[in-house]
């Protein structure tokens, strides 16, 4: 059996340090035939040009997040977890948590779903311990849509949310928060919330496609990425988006995004034709920094 490498998560702590999540496939099938047997984490010290393997798993690597400015999450499709603290020369075996965002290993948020009265609802926990106690926040989803979220914090105080809705045909209602001062209080962002009866479309998302990442830089730079739908770049903090022409619907797939001060973020797209693309402008322009083959 041959085996190809083909990306499926990506990350990067600074412009030139990250990492690449892989499943590793018999070239001789079709990778949506099942034949996808390992995985691993690979290293990059040049802004995702080239790469070296410093983690084998059993299974493909589903997603990568970042712990702290050193550290990462590595989780496995099979839901095994990798912690590394020293930018993935070291790695240890942990209990896989892909519900919580991590901003160090001591700090992360959490939402957990649950039935209220016949209602979707999601309750925001916080935890400042490595997830050994946690703290109840209000919920900005409440007043939006609240069937699942995922968050991006930038740092203890400054997060950023997306709420979503539950999906159906490649669309689902969606809706941007940020807070200033730890989820005390939030502020609304752009939000499409079609399929709930609410508010018609602002701030630029579209009801088509499923959210997938939040990545923020301090100064309000930020991007959305979707699975099935469109690449998001908001030079306001989140108040307005703006469609991505490089990302092609049902197509292209977000892999993972980091982005950082003065307009530079990475994407990596997944899909028929995985490419990791970089902008330096704010997300006016973008060019391809590696591109893959599949199987």
Excluded at 68 to 79: E, F, I, N, P, V
Excluded at 143 to 156: G, H, I, K
Excluded at 224 to 251: I, K
Aim: aromatic share 10%; net charge positive.
């Amino acid at each position: 059996m041959r085996l190809a490498a083909t990306p499926d998560s990506f990350l990067l702590w600074n412009q030139h340090d990250g990492l690449l999540g892989v499943e590793r496939c018999d070239v001789a099938h079709d990778v949506d035939e099942g034949k996808c047997v390992s995985g691993a984490v690979e290293r990059t010290s040049d802004g995702g040009r080239t790469y070296h393997v410093v983690l084998r798993t059993k299974q493909p690597i589903g997603r990568l997040q970042t712990v702290g400015a050193h550290g990462a999450l590595a989780s496995t499709q099979g839901h095994d977890g990798w912690l590394t603290l020293d930018r993935g020369r070291t790695w240890r075996h942990v209990s896989s948590a892909p519900d919580v965002d991590w901003l160090t290993s001591r700090f992360g948020v959490s939402f957990e779903g649950y039935a209220a009265h016949n209602r979707a609802e999601l309750a925001l926990r916080v935890t400042r311990d490595g997830g050994r106690t946690w703290r109840r926040q209000s919920d900005p989803c409440k007043s939006a849509v609240a069937f699942a979220a995922f968050a991006d914090l930038v740092s203890t105080k400054r997060w950023w949310v997306a709420c979503v809705g539950q999906g159906g045909a490649g669309n689902e209602d969606k809706a941007i928060f940020r807070t200033r001062d730890g989820g005390a209080t939030w502020q609304a962002g752009a939000a499409t919330l079609l399929m709930s009866g609410g508010a018609r479309e602002r701030g630029g998302i579209q009801e088509y496609g499923y959210p997938e990442q939040l990545a923020f830089a301090p100064d309000g730079f930020g991007l959305l990425t979707e699975s099935r739908g469109a690449l998001y770049v908001t030079r306001d903090g989140g108040l307005r988006f703006h469609v991505v022409p490089v990302a092609r619907p049902e197509l292209d797939f977000g892999g993972g995004a980091s982005a950082f001060r003065g307009g530079i973020a990475y994407v990596l797209l997944t899909g028929a034709a995985p490419r990791l693309i970089e902008t330096r402008d704010f997300g006016r322009a973008w060019h391809v920094v590696r591109r893959w083959r599949r199987g």
